[in-house]
């Protein structure tokens, strides 16, 4: 496997706008993305995160704000999978008598530019409890989605399953943040969250009946593949079922986040909490070994975002600036061979996000281990400020254009990030001058390199420019190449512009997916890569 080079796609699954889903991308458009890989050979298909989310704006819909990193947000249920898998009959098909009286609400969202979580959740959760109410309720049993297979799924990891779907309905009643929850409800008083099942047992197991949906969609059409990446955030919400499960381990006093930078002269909050590295080690890192374990079951590799925090993380007290905060250390060895253990025992190659300030020591474990660095575009220069020559690369490293903090490759080109920026008030004008300034210098750098190289002729347009790039990236020593369908398809807009919540729509833009076109871009991608 070290000799062959892995090429591939990243993308944001709700972003998805193929036409045919009800307003957010969902497993099954990306099972249409992955077919079109599998056919012209590419190796890798990452994705952001699709944990469990509250689906709530504005805080509730980051993929890197996951309630939980070891379930799946039931939201990219295909419901016409659902459907059928339940063998669901037409004269109960909720979902399709409401598409064939033109009373779906689905059928609005289908128009927004932006996507409406809340919305789009409040009408899928209305279908899915229908669906789950048939299948409860019914007496014959259907060969695979039956209820053995269901309780043998519960018994898998019983306590942690229940307990989630205890704290989903839970929460429901009694809002989401538990630590307002009365007393015994905070502490996890097992006699008093067992007598809420067993008064509550449907409306609980409904959310243990998604779980198992997804689990079964994942590793019955994503596992046998071997292409799937997984994206695993660095932390998760304060207020959610990780946290709550994990009490022990959190140290709620803290919040996790970047001192002040030229990227962030402010800094950074990023609003979760930190583990205690002493608590975790006493633990035997039982959280994070079933953290990696949950992350690794279904995918080949898995990107591990902002890998610096196993080795450390700022930590801030709750209230203060940035400034005021420190680094804390983590025991970043047995980490490392945690991870080194499970991807032997999975099969599954490991990727570190490895990106701003970077300790020496970090890149050093990551090549003890083998694991790969991450090298983005935009940022690499050779000792003349000129983008390296493609032999520059280190083997054990996935080059990439940019991620999803990062202007997509036709915003950069034109300036609009810094344009947007200067709108927010995140640069001043003399800022924003200064940044375009650079912006044209790097541009012009790249160009001249590229025409040199012979990747690229005048005159030129974006497919011309961003062909080259595939043709340097096909050139470039590192192990695995992978390309953001935004940039494929030419989008101008940026998915998550860091420093901002309110004040940018985060999350929320999709992409219109015409397949027919895409194969063709996948096709020209394969030609290029596979020279």
Known sequence: AEEKNFWGLNLAVYS??????????????????????QKYGANFLGILPIHLLENRMPYGISPYYPLDRLEW?????????????????????????????????FQNFQSFPLLDYQSIWREKDRILRRFFQIWWQ????????????????????EQ??????????????????????????????????????????????YFVFLQWLMEFYLKTFFQPLGRLAFDLPVGTS????????????????????????????AGQNWGFSPVNPWKDRKNHYSHFISLIQANMKYC???????????????????????????????????????????????????????????PLQVREGMKTYKILSTRVLYFESD??????????????????????????????????????REQLRLFTPEEAAEQYQIREQRIQGIKSKFIQWGYLEEPYNYTDFFEAILRYLSMTSSLTKVVNLDDLLGSDIQINLPGTTKEYPNWRHRLLVNLDDLEIKIQRMEAIFRK
Request: glycine share 8%.
């Open 16 to 37: 998805l706008n193929t036409g045919r889903n009800c307003g957010i991308g969902d497993l099954q458009d990306l099972r249409l993305v992955s077919d079109l890989l």
């Open 73 to 105: 947000n039931p939201i990219y249920l295909p419901l016409e999978w659902v459907a059928r898998a339940l063998e669901i009959e037409p004269g109960e098909n909720i979902l399709e008598s409401s598409f064939r009286l033109g009373d779906s609400s």
């Open 138 to 157: 019914r007496e014959i049993e259907l060969p695979e989605m039956n209820k053995k297979n269901f309780y043998a799924f519960l018994k898998n990891d």
């Open 160 to 205: 942690r399953i229940i307990y989630s779907a205890f704290f989903q309905a839970y929460a429901l009643k009694q809002g989401g943040d538990f630590r307002s929850w009365p007393e015994e409800f905070q502490r996890r008083d097992e006699p008093t969250i067992n007598q809420f099942i067993r008064e509550n047992q449907a409306e609980v197991y």
């Open 238 to 265: 304060p207020t959610g079922i990780e946290s709550w499960l994990n009490q022990e381990l959190f140290v709620f006093s803290q919040q996790v986040g970047a001192p002040p930078d030229d990227f962030s002269p």
């Open 300 to 358: 080949s590799f898995l990107r591990i975002d902002h890998i610096m925090g196993l080795y450390r993380l700022f930590w801030i007290p709750e209230g203060c600036d940035p400034k005021y905060g420190t680094y804390v250390r983590s025991f970043f060895q047995d980490l490392l061979g945690i991870i080194a253990l499970e991807s032997q025992r999975h099969q599954v190659m490991v990727v570190g996000e490895d990106l701003g300030t970077v």
């Open 383 to 420: 000792q003349n400020g000129y983008i390296p020559a493609p032999k520059h690369y280190p083997r054990e490293t996935m080059i990439t254009i940019g991620t999803h903090d990062m202007p997509p490759l036709k915003a950069f080109l034109e300036g609009k990030d810094i344009e947007l």
